[in-house]
């Protein structure tokens, strides 16, 4: 925005012109955001943000524009007032979730260490399990053995030596059934849209 248009709108802000003070907003806003973000550590993203300072430091500028009566001689000083009122809100807020974290201490209970558990989801259960059924009906029966052995953990050493096949041999077929598989997946037709559908 050219200064002459935001002169003219600090005039009507200044007569108490609501439509003037929120395109005022509108033209300040992105500024006082960045403002705001250049001061804002890490550690403080969590509770709040920029705009959260932005727009709860406006809400009292506001009756300050309409009902007080502040008067600017110019955008540049208009301008350097936002931001120290910009400033002073994002202080207040800061030293207010200062206050609460350092009172914060992580809570360790059996069942939120329950909740972070390494085991799989019901979804990845259950995908899983879909996975399995689709490989065992893509695999010959005399190779289920091979799948099941290898699907309990058992290396391709382990597996030749309880089938009696090469270890070579293994490696090859599981592969193949990989391959096989992969392919099958991939070429399968979404649910409901088959030829039939």
């Given amino acids: 925005m050219s200064p002459e248009p ?6 009507a802000l200044c007569r108490g012109e609501q439509a003037a003070a929120e395109k005022v907003f509108l033209h300040y806003e992105p500024y006082l955001r960045q403002v705001v973000r250049r001061q804002l550590p890490a550690h403080l993203r969590t ?12 809400a009292d500028l506001l009756s300050g524009f309409c ?16 931001v120290r009122v ?17 009172r ?10 329950a909740l972070a558990s390494a ?14 059924e689709k490989m065992m009906s893509l695999c010959p029966p005399e190779h289920h053995e091979l799948l ?14 309880r089938t009696g ?6 490696r090859r077929i599981l592969r193949a059934l990989a391959r096989r598989g992969a392919f099958r997946v991939s070429n399968d037709p979404p649910t409901g849209e088959g030829p039939g559908a």
């Fill in 6 to 11: 935001v002169q003219a709108l600090l005039e």
């Fill in 47 to 58: 509770k709040f943000d920029s705009l959260d300072v932005v727009q709860s430091a406006w």
């Fill in 67 to 82: 009902e007080a009566g502040w008067r600017f001689p110019n955008a540049a000083s208009l301008r350097a007032f936002l």
């Fill in 86 to 102: 910009t400033r002073n809100r994002f202080l207040d807020r800061a030293r207010q979730y200062h206050t609460a974290l350092d």
């Fill in 104 to 113: 914060e201490v992580p809570v360790q209970t059996p069942e939120l260490a």
């Fill in 119 to 132: 085991e799989p989801r019901p979804s990845e259960q259950a995908q899983a399990e879909e996975l399995w």
């Fill in 148 to 161: 099941r052995l290898r699907r309990q953990g058992f290396s391709l050493g382990e597996i030749a030596g």
């Fill in 165 to 170: 096949l090469h270890e070579g041999s293994v």
